[in-house]
């Protein structure tokens, strides 16, 4: 299992592994990774995005309403700070570290 710790790193990996083996269509390649970590705010944007419907995902939350039916919603304060804390873990991802280890694999 992976933790969003290990997430960025992660992102890292599957990005080059997709670009080097030219691996299918790509909406998030190690270029826009780069200038994620660098500070640039459209690819950060655009990792946002790609990763949204799974940030989603894990922001769901489910509850009994008044007549006992479950009922699920987004929580929206869920949904911002797993945003934060990828854009956070982002800012300290060592790509060029990741990426090294991964051609000696």
Not at 54 to 66: G, N
Not at 75 to 83: L, S, V
Request: charged share 30%; glycine share 6%; proline share 0%.
């Amino acid at each position: 299992s992976c933790y969003l710790e290990d997430g960025v790193l992660i992102i890292c990996v599957a990005a080059y592994k997709r670009e080097k083996e030219g691996g299918g269509f790509m909406t998030l390649d190690i270029e826009t990774i780069r200038a994620a970590i660098s500070g640039d705010y459209e690819a950060m944007m655009r990792i946002l995005s790609y990763y949204d419907s799974y940030i989603t995902a894990l922001s769901t939350v489910a509850a009994l309403d008044e007549k006992g039916t479950l009922v699920r919603h987004m929580a929206m304060e869920i949904k911002e700070r797993i945003r934060a804390k990828l854009l956070a873990k982002l800012m300290d991802c060592d790509l060029e570290g990741v990426l090294n280890r991964q051609q000696k694999l």
